[in-house]
């Protein structure tokens, strides 16, 4: 492999810990926005437990990837910053409200009680913000982008307000929300509160599969560029997919969160990797390429030197911020 091509596999890696981690956050935010029932207060409360104050270390995630992209291929940054710039504004307005939100709401209810408002600022933010990224992503997989001698020719509104990016869209919020469901009945084991959160995987999961069953089946003719990916080199890892998601439901219903939790997980890793690796080596199909969208060699370099560095100091931090202070969340008491 070249050096574009491992950092290009380095930011998938990163933009897949940022769907897997963050995406069970946004999820935990949809959860909170339709508590219900007798436990609505403690279903709320479990997932500001779970979410903890590592919530926004799950972002680090996504500035890597911007840097990252930035960086090592300027080219394709420009065009996406240009065609995407309407929903990936409105999704980091969405992660900006929503942390504001989740912070203003825990010290708002110690000065003046409930502060509601807030809540459903949390929770609508976790809908929008995942929504319109995956809308981003689904204009840059189905080929709408379109780029000419280096320059974007294609309209700020292509790929992404579309019925099927909206499609997509909803796909992605319903797979956040199984995320969580999902994590959250592992974190209620051996408490009322695993029903209800098992109830709600189940639930979340079968509307993603019905979402996905019609992106797959809608992609030939609204997104034929996806298509090929999927239905190409990307078939095995979507085959994994389609043989993993049953299993994950049934580790759901049959009560097995701790496997449902890594099936869950599976499921997101294997969807993103047959897009991945159906449109390599393209970084914005049809005209971008890695090779094209590259920057100089030395920059290359360094920039891997830099990763490497990086992470040595990352990962065990990371580690060690979800070891020792996950479930001692001050927001939740």
């Given at each position: ?27 935990g ?11 609505a ?25 911007i ?15 240009m ?26 209810r ?10 459903v ?14 809308g ?6 189905s ?118 939790r ?19 080596p ?52």
């Amino acid at each position: 492999m070249s050096e574009a091509e491992i950092v290009a596999a380095i930011l998938w890696l990163a933009l897949t810990a940022y769907a897997v981690l963050a995406g069970a956050d946004f999820g935990g935010g949809v959860w909170d926005l339709l508590a219900s029932g007798p436990r609505a207060r403690d279903q709320r409360r479990a997932v500001a437990e779970a979410m903890g104050p590592v919530w926004e270390a799950n972002h680090v995630w996504l500035i890597f990837l911007i840097v990252g992209l930035f960086t090592g291929f300027p080219a394709a940054f420009g065009i996406l910053s240009m065609a995407l710039y309407v929903p990936l504004t409105v999704a980091l307005v969405g992660i900006v409200l929503r942390g504001a939100a989740f912070a203003f709401r825990a010290h708002g209810r110690e000065a003046v009680g409930d502060a509601s408002a807030w809540g459903v600022a949390f929770g609508a933010s976790s809908v929008i913000a995942p929504f319109f990224l995956a809308g981003g992503a689904a204009a840059v997989a189905s080929g709408a982008i379109r780029v000419s001698g280096g320059r974007l020719v294609s309209g700020f509104e292509t790929g992404w307000a579309t019925p099927y990016g909206v499609l997509v869209g909803l796909f992605a919020v319903a797979m956040c929300a199984y995320l969580a469901a999902t994590y959250l009945t592992v974190e209620t084991e051996g408490t009322p509160l695993e029903s209800d959160f098992r109830r709600r995987a189940a639930a979340a999961g079968l509307v993603a599969g019905v979402a996905a069953i019609a992106s797959l089946l809608v992609a030939p003719f609204a997104a034929p560029s996806l298509a090929d990916a999927l239905f190409g080199r990307g078939l095995p890892l979507l085959i994994l997919a389609l043989l993993n998601g049953p299993i994950a439901l049934v580790a759901v219903w049959r009560a097995r969160p701790r496997v449902a939790r890594f099936s869950v997980a599976a499921q997101v890793t294997f969807v993103l990797w047959a897009w991945a690796v159906g449109q390599w080596p393209y970084l914005v199909p049809p005209e971008i390429t890695i090779q094209d969208a590259a920057a100089p060699n030395s920059t290359l370099t360094a920039l891997l030197v830099v990763i490497g560095i990086g992470m040595a100091l990352l990962v065990p931090s990371l580690w060690l911020l979800f070891r020792i202070f996950k479930a001692r969340n001050p927001a939740a008491t």
